[in-house]
């Protein structure tokens, strides 16, 4: 009697682990699936144009500070320091999202791309093949002007080229579910109607706003921070750079701001975490670091973590 009991118990056991691997499975086939009907999603763009400037020796200098100190395109794990792309992040369980390769060389794919096709990606966050275009913060740069952007773009070409296969992204559990649910793609976010003007470049607000559109994929839209959508999970929240007094910089001196941004200090003592690109920033030059403070004074303040 108790032989049969333990063996019905046994067998209790057995078919319940056996449920439980079966929902796990079916939990993570629907979170797969999920996830590639995002990643997969055809999107049209409105189409539209970039007149290049390649081989334009001002549009080379301008786009070499642009992306070294503003843009931020082969900082850290993005596209590297030779654009010819690696991994962003290759670790389960979130798995591998791949940058590419940006370059003339075999493996890039970019290597064809005519003005039509950066002004895709760039402008609506949107690849060649029509799928939106993951992690890459396009959003970032739609504030700044065609002839910058072609700038950055021919510096970029400009550059050596290398021979560097483009990998695909290839996601574990978390990184699935972070492509099925998560703000992680720029097109999304684009105001795809907004036209930006060229605005000249000063110690002002105006020229403020077009820099600040660089602070916005980690501050977010209001600059009051929060976690940042697609970040590396072991990095701090984007702190608040609204004029908040209590949670964001409302107290500031320009001199701290300065400190901040260029050195990485705050006005405690404490350095902030690389995540906050400051080590890019450092050659940001004095007009954009003026610039970016005008306009971060005169932006409504809210409450840190608002995004
Ligand atoms: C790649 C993401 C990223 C970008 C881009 C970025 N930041 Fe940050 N920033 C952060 C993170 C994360 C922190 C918090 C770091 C910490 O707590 O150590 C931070 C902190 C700061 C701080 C410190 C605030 C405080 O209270 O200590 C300032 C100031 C700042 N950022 C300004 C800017 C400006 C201005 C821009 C645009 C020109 C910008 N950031 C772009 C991620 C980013």
Redesign the pocket.
Known sequence: MAEKKKSRLKKLVLVGGVGFVGLLALGYGGLYVAAQAQLNRDVTAPEGDLALRDGDKDAIARGEYLVKHVMGCGHNDCHRADFGGGPVMDQQPIGRVYAPNITAGEGSVTKDYTGKDWARILRHGVKKNGKRALVMPSEDYVTFSDSDLAAAIAYIKAQPPVNRESLAHSLGPIGLLIAATEPVYAFDKIDHNHKPAEVKRGANKEWGQV??G??K???GEGYSGGK?PGGDPS???????SPDEATG?GKWTFDQ?EA??RKGQ?PDGST??D???WKM?QGMDDVDLKA?WEYLRTVPAKPAGGR
């Open positions: 820099m600040a660089t602070c994929g980690c501050h940042v990095w701090p929240a984007a702190r608040n750079i910089i701001f901040a941004v705050r902030l975490h995540a906050m690109p920033y970016l």
